[in-house]
Antibody, heavy 126, light 111 residues
Framework: QLQLQESGPGLVKPSETLSLICTVS??????????WGWIRQPPGKGLEWIGI???????FYNPSLKSRVTISVDTSRNHFSLKLKSVTAADTAVYYC??????????????????WGQGTLVSVSS | DIVMTQTPLSSPVTLGQPASISCRSS???????????LSWLQQRPGQPPRLLIY???KRFSGVPDRFSGSGAGTDFTLKISRVEAEDVGVYFC????????FGQGTRLEIK
């Protein structure tokens, strides 16, 4: 069964860099043609897509965050990572990782997120 | 950017009664490959989101058949035929035709 788990510091200081890892178990990132993504949710608010990456390192970012975001993949460790630089209080959120999948033969365009990790709360505060 | 707008933002429903949530996109979600990449997710309290519906109307594995999706172009609907207590939560539409954007969410609560 495919599972994803986020990990990283729960508290980051303003202007510093937020770093998270999503560890994938139950499947190999390198053996998959899917994408792997980061989504965040400020407390009590909606979902915001951050970016996605595939096993070869091809990444796409939300244009509103692109200047501050880097997503990378480490297939040897079967995980992918998020770095968000120059954080402010507005970056306080639960950060989720998820697989962006598709069903072959039905348009090979990744279009649904499943499964999701449990999420990790990252607070930005001094 | 494609903006997704959901209505209503809150929906009080009686157990056993139907519920309906609308989602409108700021531009057509028809992809160049002819498919429309509109999905629906459910987020129960304290839980991560869960995929319910993809490509407008296809139920994901394990999703009860009381959930159904419909629509085309820019207007989409999620319907629950008979609301159960476990359906309480927030529902989001999501488009993946051009990058990815989510609707702001609709809170389903029991009257």
């Amino acid at each position: 069964q495919l599972q994803l788990q986020e990990s990283g510091p729960g508290l980051v200081k303003p202007s510093e860099t937020l770093s998270l890892i999503c560890t994938v178990s139950g499947d190999s990132i390198s053996g998959s043609s899917y994408y792997w993504g980061w989504i965040r949710q400020p407390p009590g608010k909606g979902l915001e897509w951050i970016g996605i990456i595939n096993y070869s390192g091809s990444a796409f970012y939300n244009p509103s965050l692109k200047s501050r975001v880097t997503i990378s993949v480490d297939t040897s460790r079967n995980h992918f990572s998020l770095k968000l630089k120059s954080v402010t209080a507005a970056d306080t959120a639960v950060y989720y990782c998820a697989r962006l999948g598709y069903f072959s033969g039905s348009g090979n365009h990744p279009n649904w997120f499943d499964p999701w990790g449990q999420g990790t709360l990252v607070s930005v505060s001094s | 950017d494609i903006v997704m707008t959901q209505t209503p933002l809150s929906s009080p429903v009686t157990l056993g009664q139907p519920a309906s949530i609308s989602c409108r996109s700021s531009q057509s979600l028809v992809h160049s490959d002819g498919n429309t990449y509109l999905s629906w997710l459910q987020q129960r309290p304290g839980q991560p989101p869960r995929l319910l519906i993809y490509k407008i109307s296809k139920r994901f594995s394990g999703v009860p058949d009381r959930f159904s999706g419909s629509g085309a172009g820019t207007d989409f609907t999620l319907k629950i035929s008979r609301v159960e207590a476990e359906d309480v939560g927030v529902y989001f539409c999501m488009q993946a035709t051009q990058f990815i954007t989510f609707g702001q969410g609709t809170r389903l609560e029991i009257k």
